[in-house]
């Protein structure tokens, strides 16, 4: 993608649920003379509907929104034509959303409580074709996801989406279905999971999912293989 023209606005889509964080953004990209407001999307739906017609060329996203992760949004989005340039807007910055994000290729991963000025810079960057990334972000790729335990270095893909739904309590006859698997296939994946993080049962699946952020996210890609 090439770097944004800084004469023209840029046109950025606000995907948050929450309205007043939501509404806070909309003024202060109103206030600017070289940005936009594309749409604001409370939900991963609309953001993906929104996208679509109002072809934004940067979108803040939320992690936590009510009907999807927001990296699973932000994949998708991504994955339009044209496809916006995607920051983060975040207070969490577990491993697992990190190395989502850092998969996925978002141009940016921004603290929620950071400064509006702190902001303007990033979306400066962004627009030229950069890449930022906060101090905690960094901090976590560099001391968790660099540790040669990590989850994504002793787990596949498939296995990580067969431990998602593990700890969600899913039985293996949905999750199979789910998946697009057989049933023995996911025993194969829990008895593998098992013995990769020395878990006994599955509560001992669900601490390790804990431990790496996995618990309160989804995947945006179980299909893999």
């Given at each position: ?5 800084a004469?023209e606005?840029?046109?950025?889509l606000?995907?948050?649920?929450e ?5 806070l953004?909309?003024r202060w990209?109103?206030?600017?003379q070289n940005?936009?407001?594309a749409g604001?999307?409370?939900s ?17 996203v ?5 009907d ?7 994949g998708?989005?991504?994955?339009v ?20 994000a850092?998969r ?6 921004v603290?929620?409580s ?14 030229r ?8 972000f960094?901090?976590v ?8 335990e990590?989850?994504?270095k002793?787990l596949s893909p ?8 593990v ?9 199979a ?9 996911v025993?194969t ?5 098992r ?15 804990r431990?790496?952020?996995l618990?309160?996210?989804r995947t945006?890609?179980r299909?893999?293989?």
């Amino acid at each position: 993608m090439e770097a944004v023209d800084a004469v023209e606005r840029l046109r950025i889509l606000v995907v948050e649920d929450e309205h007043l964080f939501a509404d806070l953004l909309v003024r202060w990209l109103s206030q600017k003379q070289n940005l936009a407001v594309a749409g604001v999307a409370h939900s991963g739906a609309e953001a993906i509907a929104m996208c679509g017609e109002s072809k934004p060329q940067l979108a803040f996203v939320d992690i936590e929104l009510p009907d999807a992760n927001g990296l699973e949004v932000a994949g998708k989005l991504m994955a339009v034509s044209p496809a916006p340039r995607i920051v983060i807007l975040s207070s969490r910055c577990d491993p697992y959303c990190v190395y989502t994000a850092t998969r996925l290729g978002v141009h940016a991963y921004v603290d929620k409580s950071s400064p509006l000025s702190e902001l303007d810079e990033v979306v400066g960057e962004v627009a030229r074709g950069g890449r930022v990334y906060s101090p905690a972000f960094l901090r976590v790729k560099e001391e968790f996801l660099a540790d040669p335990e990590s989850f994504h270095k002793i787990l596949s893909p498939r296995e990580i989406s067969v431990l998602l739904l593990v700890v969600e309590g899913v039985s293996d006859e949905e999750i199979a279905r789910r998946l697009g698997i057989s049933p023995s296939t996911v025993n194969t994946h829990r008895r593998n999971l098992r013995v990769k993080t020395g878990a006994h049962k599955d509560r001992d699946l669900v601490n390790y999912a804990r431990q790496w952020g996995l618990v309160r996210s989804r995947t945006w890609w179980r299909s893999g293989t």
